[in-house]
């Protein structure tokens, strides 16, 4: 098989493909078009978030037989077209879910404790103790939207914490020994902190708006480390104003593309809401990170090498 790399990624991925007998070709600069003209060439793909392979690229390639996405979701591929052409789609959410996990958990402590706020001060000479009075886990309720790979890794790192987990996911079954799946009523009625674990589809696009926000009993924290599309900024900034809202650790943004690299650039003028967040002393962001260690990255390329080697192993036994 011949693969052609997109994106830089662990070196044991262009490795591990190697000793596969794949001959594998890298491209990291050229356009999206100049690879169109040259797709027909390949049998896989291996990327990140570099471009959309949309249905007109898809129609390009010809000889594709897998994609492989380094990343815990594949909503930058037309997926309905690519299964029509039987094409194997391989994401890597065991990869970097320990390390999504890990970020949820280290963000709320963060902000329940104040740690940037009290650094920033006696960096300044300002030594405020009760001013820097924090708040605790135990005793609390953490609702996970979403139960997959990354949702459970966080309710794993919350077990000690004496807190209670609940869960929501629209697949039935899902909950464990770290959190008990419950229906979305139950979420709303019980929940003191809320953490995203969902994937991008038209089901979570735009999911946390006001009429939603609205339905929780309680005044809620939010955690989200799965999808900026997933919250309405707007919502939000007025659900931090009022109170319903009492704190946000947001690793994603609404307003991230492909790329978020050139949000700050001299000719993007920032979102007025997003200026009102950086703002905020409620608020706590990361630039999309949260699964981006030393260690998912050799685990993420790991991960994409295990699932191409048994796609082989598959082929071949079909054969």
Same mark, same amino acid.
């Given at each position: 098989?011949?693969?052609?790399?997109?994106?830089?990624?662990?070196?044991?991925?262009?490795?591990?493909?190697?000793? !596969?007998?794949?001959?594998?070709?890298?491209?990291?600069?050229?356009?999206?078009?100049?690879?169109?003209?040259?797709?027909? !060439?390949?049998?896989?793909?291996?990327?990140?978030?570099?471009?959309?392979?949309?249905?007109?690229?898809?129609?390009?390639?010809?000889?594709?037989?897998?994609?492989?996405?380094?990343?815990?979701?594949?909503?930058?591929?037309?997926?309905?077209f690519a299964m029509s052409k039987n094409i194997h789609l391989i994401a890597a959410p065991e990869g970097n879910r320990n390390a999504v996990g890990e970020h949820a958990l280290g963000m709320i402590l963060s902000l329940?404790?104040?740690?940037?706020?009290?650094?920033?001060?006696?960096?300044?000479?300002?030594? !405020?103790?009760?001013?820097?009075?924090?708040?605790?886990?135990?005793?609390?309720?953490?609702?996970?939207?979403?139960?997959?790979?990354?949702?459970?890794?966080?309710?794993?790192?919350?077990?000690?914490?004496?807190?209670?987990?609940?869960?929501?996911?629209?697949?039935?079954? !899902?909950?464990?020994?770290?959190?008990?799946?419950?229906?979305?009523?139950?979420?709303?009625?019980?929940?003191?902190?809320?953490?995203?674990?969902?994937?991008?589809?038209?089901?979570?696009?735009?999911?946390?708006?006001?009429?939603?926000?609205?339905?929780?009993?309680n005044d809620i924290y939010v955690i989200n480390t799965a999808r900026g599309s997933a919250i309405v900024t707007k919502d939000l900034v007025s659900a931090l104003e009022s109170g319903k809202i009492k704190g946000a650790c947001l690793d994603v943004l609404e307003y991230e593309k492909s790329s978020f690299e050139n949000f700050f650039s001299k000719e993007n003028t920032l979102?007025?809401?997003?200026?009102?967040?950086?703002?905020?002393?409620?608020?706590?962001?990361?630039?999309?990170?949260?699964?981006?260690?030393?260690?998912?990255?050799?685990?993420?390329?790991?991960?994409?090498?295990?699932?191409?080697?048994?796609?082989?192993?598959?082929?071949?036994?079909?054969?």
């Open positions: 098989m011949k693969v052609l790399f997109l994106d830089t990624n662990h070196p044991l991925l262009l490795d591990g493909l190697k000793k !596969l007998h794949m001959d594998c070709d890298e491209d990291y600069s050229s356009s999206k078009t100049t690879v169109e003209n040259k797709i027909h !060439l390949y049998d896989g793909i291996i990327i990140r978030s570099r471009f959309q392979i949309d249905r007109s690229f898809l129609e390009k390639a010809t000889k594709l037989k897998f994609i492989g996405r380094v990343g815990a979701g594949l909503e930058n591929i037309d997926i309905d329940f404790n104040k740690f940037n706020k009290a650094d920033t001060e006696i960096r300044n000479g300002q030594w !405020l103790r009760e001013d820097n009075r924090g708040i605790e886990l135990e005793g609390k309720t953490i609702g996970l939207i979403g139960y997959g790979n990354m949702g459970k890794a966080f309710a794993k790192k919350l077990k000690g914490f004496d807190c209670e987990v609940i869960c929501y996911d629209i697949r039935e079954g !899902l909950g464990d020994e770290n959190a008990r799946q419950v229906g979305i009523n139950e979420l709303f009625q019980k929940t003191d902190i809320l953490s995203l674990h969902t994937p991008q589809t038209d089901l979570t696009k735009q999911m946390v708006r006001a009429s939603f926000i609205d339905r929780f009993k979102p007025e809401d997003f200026q009102k967040l950086i703002n905020s002393d409620k608020v706590l962001l990361s630039p999309h990170v949260a699964g981006w260690t030393v260690e998912s990255k050799r685990k993420l390329a790991e991960t994409i090498v295990h699932k191409v080697a048994a796609m082989l192993d598959q082929h071949n036994s079909i054969k």
